[in-house]
């Protein structure tokens, strides 16, 4: 019994902070990023991962009912920008972010809801460590449809620069 009363905090604790991730995300979003916020997209837990949940609302849709570019393309920086934004803001580092520069390649029109993924986020947070000077990050963003499937694949080119004191 007392090994089970201590797996249940253990397990509350974990809830409690994914749920103070998704509550940033949305305070994020809606004070910083309102298109983001009225596109619908969310952040969501897959196998202990981060990503970022894009639903096929109509708002989100294209003539064609697919899912339009521009909420696809928000969707994507979003995952690549918030797991570091989130570490930068939560251990108070001197840091600045900038996404310069971006590439896809998508395979297939996605006709459901989306998931954004970063496949190596240990890495890029790793990245956060040692000096900042003018640092350059290259951040790798997948796009699963509701099977599972990769549809598509994003790469940013970012900078982090130390802010002035």
Same mark, same amino acid.
């Given at each position: 019994?007392?090994?089970?009363?201590?797996?249940r905090?253990?397990l509350?604790?974990?809830?409690?902070?994914?749920?103070?991730?998704?509550?940033q995300f949305?305070?994020?979003?809606?004070?910083?990023?309102?298109?983001?916020?009225?596109? @619908?997209?969310?952040?969501?837990?897959?196998? #202990?991962? *981060?990503?970022?949940? %894009?639903?096929?609302?109509? $708002? !989100?849709?294209?003539?064609?009912?697919?899912?339009?570019?521009?909420?696809?393309?928000?969707?994507?920086?979003?995952?690549?920008?918030?797991?570091?934004?989130?570490?930068?803001y939560?251990?108070?580092?001197?840091?600045?972010?900038?996404?310069?520069?971006?590439?896809?390649?998508?395979?297939?029109?996605?006709?459901?809801? @989306?998931i954004?993924?970063?496949?190596?986020? #240990?890495? *890029?947070?790793?990245? %956060?460590?040692?000096?900042? $000077? !003018?640092?350059?990050?290259?951040?790798?963003?997948?796009?699963?449809?509701h099977?599972?499937?990769?549809?598509?694949?994003?790469?940013?080119?970012?900078?982090?620069?130390?802010?002035?004191?």
């Open positions: 019994m007392i090994k089970f009363k201590a797996f905090n253990q509350n604790k974990r809830n409690a902070m994914l749920e103070f991730r998704k509550a949305q305070m994020f979003c809606l004070l910083k990023q309102p298109t983001v916020f009225l596109l @619908g997209i969310s952040l969501a837990y897959r196998d #202990e991962k *981060v990503c970022i949940k %894009l639903p096929f609302h109509k $708002r !989100n849709q294209n003539y064609l009912r697919q899912m339009a570019f521009a909420p696809i393309l928000a969707g994507a920086e979003c995952a690549a920008a918030f797991p570091l934004l989130s570490e930068i939560l251990n108070k580092l001197p840091v600045k972010f900038m996404i310069k520069s971006g590439g896809f390649d998508i395979s297939r029109p996605l006709k459901s809801n @989306g954004f993924m970063v496949p190596n986020i #240990e890495d *890029v947070k790793s990245e %956060l460590e040692g000096r900042w $000077r !003018n640092k350059s990050l290259e951040i790798p963003v997948d796009l699963y449809d099977e599972n499937n990769v549809i598509g694949r994003f790469k940013f080119d970012a900078v982090l620069k130390q802010r002035a004191a």
